[in-house]
């Protein structure tokens, strides 16, 4: 199975985090929301099922990539007011200019080599300005956490092929690879973050 490959979760992906997560995972990508106001082209990446389309404001003009048919086929049915251009690819392979790019619990699914590459081209989509969204996980600090962290990636490394072993500091990468961090709301969980960078 190649890597990083959710269409064999993608009908139960939605149920599975809603059972660990409750609305909290929700809850914290909707935090990136506000920041949308000044945005008109936006990029999401690993969108997933498109939980989100939903809640997207109508004045903006999104381009959807995600690389498994499967949730991209689910994300297609989720309505939204915002216009949408959905494409089924990598994220390394997509070109294109935008005010903002979205990051919804999608740089976890890197190790720090490949996360470090997807940075790089993400900075690379960027217009001069422009922002990074990003909601995710981050390091656990207490036992409890940790080993749900664990068991997460044991379940997405048989199911997905996940290619990262473990959590890793996404906000520190990103901070290394040409992103000033402009604010970062704490979740109330403290496995979660959602950040906004701007493209140094
Ligand atoms: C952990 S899921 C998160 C889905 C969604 N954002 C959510 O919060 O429910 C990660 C998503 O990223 C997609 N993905 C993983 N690697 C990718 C890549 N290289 N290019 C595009 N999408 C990718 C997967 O197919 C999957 O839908």
């Given at each position: 199975?190649?890597?990083?490959?959710?269409?064999?979760?993608?009908?139960?992906?939605?149920?599975?985090?809603w059972?660990?997560?409750?609305?909290?995972?929700?809850?914290a990508?909707?935090?990136?929301?506000?920041?949308?106001?000044?945005?008109?082209?936006?990029?999401m990446?690993?969108?997933?099922?498109?939980?989100?389309?939903?809640?997207?404001?109508?004045?903006?003009?999104?381009?959807?990539?995600?690389?498994?048919?499967?949730?991209?086929?689910?994300?297609?049915?989720?309505?939204?007011?915002?216009?949408?251009?959905f494409?089924?690819?990598?994220?390394?392979?997509?070109?294109?200019?935008?005010?903002?790019?979205?990051?919804?619990?999608?740089?976890?699914?890197?190790?720090?080599?490949?996360?470090?590459?997807?940075?790089?081209h993400?900075?690379?989509?960027?217009?001069?300005?422009?922002?990074?969204l990003?909601?995710?996980?981050?390091?656990?600090?207490?036992?409890?956490?940790?080993?749900?962290?664990?068991?997460?990636?044991?379940?997405?490394?048989?199911?997905?092929?996940?290619?990262?072993?473990?959590?890793?500091?996404?906000?520190g990468?990103?901070?290394?690879?040409?992103?000033?961090?402009?604010?970062k709301?704490?979740?109330?969980?403290?496995?979660?973050f959602?950040a906004?960078?701007?493209?140094?």
């Amino acid at each position: 199975m190649k890597s990083n490959d959710f269409n064999r979760i993608a009908p139960m992906y939605d149920a599975m985090a809603w059972l660990v997560f409750g609305g909290r995972l929700l809850r914290a990508e909707r935090q990136m929301l506000p920041y949308l106001s000044a945005s008109k082209k936006v990029l999401m990446v690993g969108g997933g099922t498109g939980k989100l389309l939903p809640f997207l404001p109508a004045h903006i003009e999104l381009t959807y990539v995600e690389a498994s048919s499967k949730m991209i086929g689910q994300a297609k049915k989720r309505s939204s007011k915002a216009r949408i251009a959905f494409v089924q690819q990598d994220v390394l392979q997509h070109q294109g200019a935008y005010d903002t790019v979205v990051a919804p619990f999608f740089l976890d699914c890197f190790h720090q080599q490949s996360l470090v590459l997807v940075i790089q081209h993400l900075h690379t989509l960027i217009l001069p300005g422009g922002q990074l969204l990003v909601t995710d996980f981050q390091p656990a600090q207490r036992l409890p956490e940790k080993w749900l962290l664990a068991m997460m990636h044991t379940f997405f490394r048989l199911t997905t092929n996940l290619q990262s072993k473990s959590l890793i500091d996404i906000d520190g990468w990103v901070q290394k690879h040409g992103f000033e961090p402009f604010e970062k709301i704490e979740s109330r969980s403290p496995l979660l973050f959602t950040a906004r960078y701007i493209k140094k």
